[in-house]
């Protein structure tokens, strides 16, 4: 896989795991869900701030898919990479790796789909497709 990785780091906290001791599974979700928000804002130059409060867009997801390959416990140093794997009109689709050292913990493929005010999709404004499109991931 070549194109460029969206990276971040994140410690799994108290909040994060049930009386098991490991992460409870929607959590996965909620931090997935932080990656893009980091994303957009780090790597896109548009925060979700600025994407849902001025713009009045947004990006819900259409589908997810998710593999739970080894759990995650408190005080675990999680890396998160996220890459495109397609860009189309007004979707876009994402692949998320959860790793602790060289471990894979956890990953998903996600659709998003840029909407407008009236939740309807709408297709990716020029300015954002030209950001996402070095995340493409090319061919082997
Ligand atoms: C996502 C939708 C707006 C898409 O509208 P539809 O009318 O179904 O889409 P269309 O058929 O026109 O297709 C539009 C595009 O989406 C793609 N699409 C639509 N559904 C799918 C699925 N299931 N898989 C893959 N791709 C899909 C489709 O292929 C089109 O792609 P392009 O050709 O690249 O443009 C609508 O299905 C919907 O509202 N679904 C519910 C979304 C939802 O509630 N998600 C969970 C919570 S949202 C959330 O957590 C959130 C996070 C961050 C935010 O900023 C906002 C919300």
Redesign the pocket.
Known sequence: MSGQVFTVERRVRFADVDAAGIVFFPRYFEML?GV?EDWFADALGVS?GE??LQRHS??????IEARFAAPSRLEDDLRFSLTVTKL????C?LRHRIECGDELRFEATQ???H?GAS???E?WPQPLRERIAPFVESPR
């Open positions: 869900n893009v979700f994407l849902h947004s990006v819900p997801t259409a589908a189309g009109g007004a979707s689709g659709t998003i789909v909407v939740l309807k999709p297709p």
